[in-house]
């Protein structure tokens, strides 16, 4: 059964106080074999908040990593980087980079391969934008994506990869996928792992749904068999991010 993720993208906004301290009360309900609860915050608050965080089981992932270990990448940080401030998780692929910095099925490819050999765990962002879904060739590029990201990645390690799905039209727009919208991609994502690594593999992969998640909507989002938690952008900046993340931890 995979486990539940509940994670907050803070995005290039600051850190916010009010958040940890209404998910500190949540600790005692986490059971790190079943559930995690992460926040993903800027590079320049990941020590702070790790340390806020000292003594709770909720973890704290970077928003990216480049797959090179040093060199002449100005702005970029490494995954050894990040290991070496005792960071295990980060983003890989999410569409903003995508879209404003350039990211391909190739580099982000690139960034799990060194993520895997790091140890570090890749939260491995898909999905498709208003046009390709007018289009109705969503799954098309959700095959596309998973496939070149998933490339030269070995069974053992495929589940250690976690999966978010988010729409595109759906992020920070206030549109959230219908429960059935966002239940029939994440199923379609757990086909494409099924054909490459066995249903025994994919029913063992963390399939997040990411897109306007908010306390109001999380519990039925949550509650579909094929979404196992969420990546959640703006009301993982608000206390109430608290309410997500008790909606999606296991009972």
């Not at 404003?100 to 050999?117: C, F, I, M, P, R």
């Not at 490339?151 to 727009?173: D, H, K, L, S």
């Amino acid at each position: 059964m995979p486990k539940k993720i509940i994670a907050g993208n803070w995005k290039m906004n600051a850190t916010s106080d009010e958040v940890i301290a209404a998910l500190k009360p949540l600790d005692s309900s986490i059971d790190p074999n079943k559930a995690e609860v992460i926040l993903c915050v800027p590079y320049v608050a990941l020590e702070s908040v790790k340390a806020k965080l000292a003594g709770t089981k909720i973890k704290v992932s970077a928003q990216n990593m480049h797959y090179e270990e040093k060199g002449a990448y100005t702005g970029e940080v490494s995954g050894e980087m990040l290991k070496g401030i005792g960071i295990n998780h980060t983003l890989i692929g999410h569409s903003e980079r995508r879209q404003y910095y350039g990211e391909t099925d190739e580099t982000v490819n690139q960034k799990v391969l060194k993520a895997l050999k790091l140890d570090i765990t890749p939260i491995l962002c898909v999905g498709e934008s208003l046009e390709q879904r007018k289009k109705e060739i969503t799954n098309e590029v959700l095959r596309q994506q998973v496939n070149h990201a998933l490339f030269n990645v070995c069974e053992q390690n495929m589940t250690r990869i976690v999966i978010a799905y988010e729409p595109i039209w759906a992020i920070g727009t206030g549109v959230v996928a219908t429960p059935c919208q966002a239940e029939d991609a994440c199923k379609y994502i757990r086909e494409v792992v099924t054909a490459k690594y066995g249903a025994d593999v994919s029913s063992k992969v963390t399939i997040l749904y990411g897109g306007s998640v908010d306390d109001k909507n999380a519990k039925e989002l949550f509650a579909q068999p094929n979404i196992d938690g969420g990546l959640v952008g703006g009301a993982s900046l608000k206390p109430t991010f608290a309410d997500v993340a008790k909606a999606g931890l296991p009972k």
